[in-house]
């Protein structure tokens, strides 16, 4: 069993989901919903109960990657974070493929250039980690030429493909992959 600070917030939303369907529930009888819900080992207290009724709107508008945290934690650098952030939609919509290594660069390079000093972060391969989570930024892999293979429609399309290629011999078949 969990201890009850370790409700994550997806959990804390159930909960004031619960609360909003059974209007006239005691905080006591939420508490003991919550620790059966959730096996947490011992009851969340009244006050806890009632902290969490409070935020329901902040859990509401959480998004996905949100939601699974069990605690929200305020960004160093938003101005920071923000600007990065902004950098690497213009690079995705433009197609550029983009490595971690040059997203900490540029991070280094709008750090200096929003002079930071000594409060510049590490911008280690964990704080690249965290800023990607935080803004829904995902590894793509890129095919041919700046990632322009329709991958959906090549996996719809390869049974006719393989349908069309079985009425040549495989000495006419050519892999075309590569310029």
């Not at 109960?49 to 902040?58: F, G, M, P, W, Y």
């Not at 980690?129 to 995902?138: C, D, E």
Request: a positive charge.
């Amino acid at each position: 069993m969990k201890p009850s600070s370790s409700l994550s917030n997806d959990q804390k939303l159930k909960i004031c989901h619960h609360k909003a369907a059974n209007p006239s529930i005691k905080q006591s009888a939420l508490a003991n919903w919550t620790m059966h819900e959730f096996k947490i080992s011992k009851v969340p207290t009244q006050g806890t109960i009632s902290n969490i009724l409070a935020k329901r709107q902040q859990y509401e508008s959480m998004d996905s990657t949100e939601l699974t945290s069990k605690r929200q934690r305020a960004v160093k650098h938003p101005e920071l974070d923000n600007v990065l952030a902004n950098w690497v939609l213009q690079c995705q919509a433009r197609r550029v493929a983009l490595s971690g290594d040059l997203i900490k660069e540029k991070a280094r390079q709008f750090a200096r250039q929003l002079e930071l000093g000594e409060r510049t972060p590490k911008f280690s391969n964990g704080w690249l980690a965290k800023f990607n989570i935080r803004h829904g930024f995902k590894a793509q892999k890129s095919y041919g030429e700046s990632g322009s293979a329709d991958l959906d429609a090549t996996d719809r399309n390869m049974p006719t493909i393989k349908e069309k290629l079985q009425s040549y011999s495989l000495q006419d078949i050519y892999n075309m992959d590569e310029t």
